[in-house]
């Protein structure tokens, strides 16, 4: 007795389906990966200068974070850094998009970094 095709599982249509969205997560994730990265370093940037408010003021951390963000072709302009000095405390938050053009799309990744420290 001859056994059709589907019945021994033969069907290449799972497989194609598969492969296609493997494609699909592999091309998503090389678009936002390095993106992640860059972003990445310039929270560090900001914590960094976050725990150094005790020897500088508010320009020189401002001018530190945006030089990371320029050197990183991140999008973050003066008006999103927004600095916090109050009782021996300082708040630094960075707030900013960045779009991510896909083919017929373009995502805005809204990203807020904060850090809090004491100031010694």
């Not at 056994?3 to 021994?8: L, T």
């Not at 974070?65 to 630094?92: H, M, Q, S």
């Amino acid at each position: 007795m001859r056994k059709s095709r589907r019945e021994r599982g033969e069907n290449q249509f799972g497989c194609l389906i598969g492969l296609i969205l493997l494609g699909l997560a592999i091309f998503v994730a090389w678009k936002m990966i390095p993106i992640k990265v860059k972003a990445a370093e310039l929270r560090q940037t900001i914590v960094d200068e976050a725990k150094s408010a005790g020897t500088h003021n508010d320009d020189r951390i401002r001018a530190a974070i945006l030089a990371k963000a320029r050197e990183n072709a991140l999008p973050v302009t003066e008006n999103d850094i927004k600095i916090y000095r109050n009782l021996g405390e300082i708040t630094v938050t960075v707030t900013y998009t960045i779009p991510i053009p896909f083919p017929g799309y373009t995502y805005n990744w809204h990203l807020v970094h904060e850090a809090k420290n004491p100031i010694f």
